[in-house]
């Protein structure tokens, strides 16, 4: 029971925080949320915006940015 409480609290933690998020990961050139993973899936390799082709972050910058919003930061 405590871990479905729990779930219900990191959904709405994650619902209230939706626009806070989308804020915070976009390109900072143009604006985009849409990004294009890099060919070669490492840690070290260039996340880029599929609007402007800017580089956002590293593939690893994105994996730990991706888990703490599941995580509800």
Do not use: W
């Not at 390799?45 to 509800?72: D, M, S, W």
């Amino acid at each position: 029971m405590h871990k479905a409480m729990h779930g219900v609290e990191c959904i709405g933690s994650l619902a209230s925080r939706e626009l806070e998020l989308a804020a915070e990961f976009g390109c900072r050139a143009c604006g985009s949320a849409a990004i294009v993973y890099p060919d070669q899936l490492y840690d070290y390799a260039a996340v880029r915006c599929r609007r402007c082709a800017l580089v956002i972050c590293t593939l690893g910058e994105f994996r730990r940015y991706a888990e703490e919003i599941i995580n509800c930061g």
